[in-house]
């Protein structure tokens, strides 16, 4: 099993900037891809950003140019740092670990991010 805690959410002004974390504990063995996804209210969770374990990157193209994702192999973390904020960035974002070849995957419990003036 993996637990994953995410923090770093919060209110932030359009513009502002954020820094999401995501620790990771338990048996982390064969994690494949980590990632970070959003859920704005009424809506469907959508993907918003994914690390490889081969350091290969890719971001949703609403969040191109503004966000990016890192992670810490020693911390077992994962972070999403947030810039030029917009409202439409409102949300409850998770962090993801999937596992191979057991195509186990681990969810957060979310943290809110409020983007508004």
């Known amino acids: 099993q993996v637990q994953l805690v995410e923090s770093g959410g919060g209110l932030v002004q359009p513009g502002g900037s954020l820094r999401l974390s995501c620790a990771a504990s338990?048996?982390?063995?064969?994690?494949?891809?980590m990632g970070w996804y959003r859920q704005a209210p009424g809506k469907q969770r959508e993907l918003v950003a994914t690390?490889?374990?081969?350091?290969?990157?890719n971001y949703a193209d609403s969040v191109k140019g503004r966000f990016t994702i890192s992670r810490d192999n020693a911390k077992n973390t994962v972070y999403l740092q947030m810039d030029s904020l917009k409202p439409e960035d409102t949300a409850v974002y998770y962090c993801?670990?999937?596992?191979?070849?057991?195509?186990?995957?681990?969810w957060g419990q979310g943290t809110q991010v409020t983007v508004s003036s």
């Open positions: 993801n670990f999937y596992r191979l070849p057991a195509a186990n995957n681990y």
């Open positions: 338990g048996n982390i063995f064969g994690i494949y891809r």
């Open positions: 690390i490889f374990n081969s350091g290969s990157v």
